[in-house]
């Protein structure tokens, strides 16, 4: 083989190198784009199913809240219904105590009346018994 078919297959080889790297990159490249897209499609898609997602929690959450707001005003009215009866028990226990402490104090008053009758009429037996003179 002369020199000059050595350069021609040495320059052949080089230009069949360099195709097939160039046709390697640009299936390398087309096929990175592609699954690259694949990719992009599959986040998106994964983007609006989690965003719908989160808007059903949302909605949910929020007629929890709604739930939740009216199960408490229906707290607050019973506990304000509660209240009332309750005070309404104590005004009446307060107006039975009042009334029975009364009754005590007449009976109380009645007692000491007829103590001292008692007593004055014991002093008069006294007298009369031991025959001390009537202070009248």
Sequence with gaps: MTDPQ????IGV????????M????TLI????????????DTVGSL??????QIGGVRETVGSLRESVEGQIGGVRETVGSLRESVEAQIGGLRAEMNARFDAVDARFS????????LDRDVSALTRRIWGEPHPD
Excluded at 47 to 52: K, L, N, T
Excluded at 110 to 117: E, F, L
């Design 6 to 9: 050595a350069w021609t297959l």
């Design 13 to 20: 080889f080089v230009a069949v190198m360099l195709g097939g």
């Design 22 to 25: 160039t046709l390697s990159t």
């Design 29 to 40: 490249m087309r096929t990175t784009s592609a699954e690259i897209g694949g990719v992009r």
């Design 47 to 52: 983007r609006e199913s989690v965003e719908a």
């Design 110 to 117: 009645s007692m000491d009346a007829r103590i001292d009758h």
